[in-house]
């Protein structure tokens, strides 16, 4: 009886036995060299086999997991040392991998499986540990093959692979032996408690079948599992090629601008030039003008110099013969020569800066610029006009049509038009855009509601489904009591942005099915894109309602 009730004590005794008696297990001498060899192999934190074997710089050997652990524990500390030898490294060392040992703890793994596999000894091999094949539960001991063959000829026990491990096999009740399975309960029972306990009456099975059943349902989990590991696998594969694709039009799209800037850059250097250019060049056309004239100028005073002294001589002669007969001379007026370029009066002159010409050059070339810029950009600024002939009779439109305004007075003189809106205080503008991509600006007074967006031709004139966003012909957004929303085939969102600035940015992308509303503040809002497949030409739309008004900025 005791050696069944302290096998373990036994297992450590037959361990240090020095007998060389020839068993099962192989002679004293080579279970010692075996221990010997499994003492070299245990990494001294988990005390196990080496599992992917690595080494730091002092030669110490760990598994890899049990090594890390440690690494990370001291961290905090800011110092890192060897478990073994306490050598010490200032920074985080290096692991490495150690091939050999691991390949050597394979092999030793390989040539005595049983025993590294259990660690369970037969409980009646008391001169030399013998590998246990199977324990009993009833009798808790382990057997080799040997003497479970004895075992088997005498009694019919339960028999189990090796284990130590018997109170979890056992009924803590009955204290027999589990055989049993109650699916009510999801218990594992012995006999008894079938007969006589609280599983009385209940629906049992053997606990191989219920084991079999939830091997099956664990297999059908994996399975499940692997299917929704593979979803997920795939979902974030698609997110991180979506992210590398982000990443890479970012920095294909700061080429772009830094080249577009580049570019700016040197056109306004051209611009300047110009400007310069044409500044310097009135200067020189009007200073050399001046230098003549002030030549010319120079050479009638030299001459009227000299017919003053003349006339001063002639004052201080006495003969007055002499002084008769000298012939009369005539002085000039300044007024009387065409080429002395005026007297400098108001106004300007042809010796004036031509300071138009010069603002017109820069113009013009921010101008230029500004078209380069739009075309390297792919954007084309419309020309948007309003089309009288749709709006509503409470609509009114400015004389340049680029202003709708709505009233309270109905708009007299507009004739008939079939295509007049005739339910709510809306306009389209005259042209439809049906490809490429569009960009241009609105501004609104901040008065009452006003609805910007874009619509079919074909949009119904008359009913109460004929209003912007009221259809799926339409799409709006609605700018009313400092809030913004959107609404499109009478589904409206309203949208977190506040509505602090008036002027507004419309983007539309006809081919790519995009439609999209920017907040011209500091810094630009995006507020809300619209996606859609385009089958008609799109027209502006715009409704005003209690005094609301709406400028298409040029």
């Not at 010997?36 to 074997?53: F, V």
């Not at 009740?173 to 009385?200: M, T």
């Not at 340049?400 to 079939?418: F, I, Q, V, Y």
């Not at 709006?476 to 506040?498: F, M, N, P």
Request: charged share 30%; proline share 3%; hydrophobic share 30%.
């Amino acid at each position: 009886m005791a050696l069944r009730s302290c096998p373990d004590r036994m297992v450590k005794m037959r361990r240090i036995s020095t007998s060389e008696e020839a068993s099962p297990g192989g002679s004293g001498c080579e279970r010692m060299a075996s221990a010997d060899l499994r003492a070299e192999l245990d990494c001294s934190i988990c005390l196990s086999l080496y599992t992917d074997p690595v080494s730091l710089r002092c030669g110490h050997n760990f598994c890899r997991s049990c090594i890390v652990s440690a690494l990370e524990a001291q961290e905090a500390a800011g110092v890192y040392s060897c478990p073994d030898c306490r050598a010490e490294y200032p920074e985080r060392p290096a692991l490495e991998k150690k091939r050999k040992l691991e390949n050597i703890v394979e092999r030793f793994l390989s040539a005595r499986p049983d025993i590294e596999e259990t660690g369970i000894f037969c409980t009646y091999c008391t001169k030399s540990p013998v590998p246990a094949v199977r324990t009993c539960l009833h009798c808790e001991t382990s057997m080799c093959h040997e003497h479970l063959g004895a075992h088997n000829k005498s009694v019919d026990h339960i028999l189990t692979e090796p284990t130590r491990s018997f109170g979890y096999k056992k009924c803590s009740l009955h204290k027999k032996v589990l055989e049993l399975y109650c699916p009510q309960d999801a218990a594992c029972v012995c006999a008894f408690c079938c007969l006589v306990g609280e599983h009385r009456g209940h629906q049992v099975e053997l606990l191989d079948d219920a084991s079999e059943k939830k091997k099956k349902k664990l297999e059908k989990y994996l399975d499940e599992g692997n299917l929704q590991k593979a979803e997920i696998q795939s979902r974030v594969q698609n997110l991180q090629d979506r992210q590398r694709n982000i990443q890479e039009k970012a920095s294909d799209k700061r080429k772009n601008v830094r080249k577009l800037f580049m570019d700016i850059k040197e056109q306004l250097e051209m611009a300047e030039k110009k400007a310069l250019s044409e500044i310097s060049r009135q200067e020189e056309k009007i200073v050399s003008q001046i230098s003549d004239l002030v030549m010319k100028l120079e050479i009638e005073e030299d001459e009227l110099s000299r017919k003053m002294r003349h006339v001063e001589e002639m004052c201080h002669v006495t003969d007055p013969i002499r002084l008769l007969q000298e012939s009369d001379i005539t002085v000039c007026g300044h007024g009387d020569d065409e080429d002395s370029g005026g007297d400098g009066g108001e106004g300007r002159s042809e010796d004036d800066l031509d300071e138009v010409l010069i603002s017109l050059t820069l113009h013009r070339s921010i101008s230029d610029i500004v078209t380069n810029v739009t075309s390297e950009l792919g954007l084309h600024v419309p020309d948007i006009l309003l089309d009288e002939d749709t709006a509503n009779i409470y609509v009114e439109i400015s004389e340049d049509l680029k202003t709708a305004t709505g009233t309270e007075e109905e708009e007299h003189g507009r004739p008939k038009s079939p295509g007049r809106f005739l339910n709510w205080s809306q306009v389209l503008s005259r042209c439809g855009l049906s490809s490429g991509r569009h960009y241009w600006e609105v501004e609104w007074n901040q008065i009452g509601r006003c609805d910007i967006g874009l619509s079919y031709p074909s949009i119904d004139k008359d009913g109460d489904l004929s209003g912007a966003g009221d259809n799926n012909k339409s799409w709006c957004l609605i700018l009313q009591d400092a809030e913004y929303s959107v609404l499109h085939d009478s589904v409206r969102e309203t949208l977190h942005s506040k509505s602090t600035c008036p002027t507004l940015g419309v983007f539309l992308d006809y081919e790519a099915g995009r439609l999209s509303f920017y907040q011209l503040c500091d810094p630009i809002r995006h507020l809300h894109t619209f996606t859609a497949s385009f089958t008609e030409p799109l027209h502006v739309l715009l409704y005003v309602e209690d005094e609301a008004s709406v400028t298409i900025l040029s």
